[in-house]
T-cell receptor, first 119, second 113 residues
Framework: AQTVTQSQPEMSVQEAETVTLSCTYDTSESDYYLFWYKQPPSRQMILVIR??????QNATENRFSVNFQKAAKSFSLKISDSQLGDAAMYFCAYRSAWGDPGANSKLTFGKGITLSVRP | DTEVTQTPKHLVMGMTNKKSLKCGQH?????MYWYKQKAKKPPELMFV???????INESVPSRFSPECPNSSLLNLHLHALQPEDSALYLC????????????FGPGTRLTVL
């Protein structure tokens, strides 16, 4: 079974600075998807970024980018120019690309990290 | 339109009540999901519907009964709940069950007295 580990429960960043959120995972599969989801205090879960394991290039979405290290099974999220609206809980998630639809429709989430942004 | 809607936003019910949570999407997605989320915890998958058929039931107690009346709607019927069932219930959808990211609704905050 796959596991996703987010070892830091909380982090804080100064507005306009850069912060990196860590995520590691464990899997025996070679093809899979990785996601970062953001859940602000209003509680709506929003997809921030996704990475396909077979792509070596790191995904980027505006101020958000990932550092995907497949061999190390590491998938960290970098937020540049942090804004007050970035304050939220961030979940790293894994989904298999193989197997029956039941297996690869499931998202395996990490425990999440609460990010606060200081003005 | 990438919106998943959920009603009601808040629900308080007694242990003997029957209530329903509703979820809708008009993105043409053919897979829909129910999750349960406790505070400061990740969502836990409850049910998956694919092409209006129940494809995954994560051993959820029978006091939770899902229903998919059509491809745009998903209901969760609640009966004889326990206080420990109090949580945020999230609905999500994806274009198909495999290969696509899930879009989440804002959730229903459920309190069972």
């Amino acid at each position: 079974a796959q596991t996703v580990t987010q070892s830091q429960p909380e982090m804080s960043v100064q507005e306009a600075e850069t912060v990196t959120l860590s995520c590691t995972y464990d899997t025996s599969e070679s093809d899979y998807y990785l996601f970062w989801y953001k859940q602000p205090p209003s509680r709506q879960m929003i997809l921030v970024i996704r990475q396909e394991a077979y792509k070596q290039q790191n995904a980027t979405e505006n101020r958000f980018s990932v550092n995907f290290q497949k061999a190390a099974k590491s998938f960290s999220l970098k937020i540049s120019d942090s804004q007050l609206g970035d304050a939220a809980m961030y979940f790293c998630a894994y989904r298999s690309a193989w197997g029956d639809p039941g297996a690869n429709s499931k998202l395996t989430f990490g425990k999440g990290i609460t990010l606060s942004v200081r003005p | 339109d990438t919106e998943v809607t959920q009603t009601p936003k808040h629900l308080v019910m007694g242990m003997t009540n029957k209530k329903s949570l509703k979820c809708g999407q008009h993105m043409g997605h053919r897979a829909m999901y129910w999750y349960k989320q406790k505070a400061k915890k990740p969502p836990e998958l409850m049910f998956v519907y694919s092409y209006e058929k129940l494809s995954i039931n994560e051993s959820v107690p029978s006091r939770f009964s899902p229903e998919c009346p059509n491809s745009s709607l998903l209901n969760l019927h609640l009966h004889a709940l326990q206080p420990e069932d109090s949580a945020l219930y999230l609905c999500a959808s994806s274009q198909k069950q495999t290969g696509d990211e899930q879009f989440f609704g804002p959730g229903t905050r459920l309190t069972v007295l």
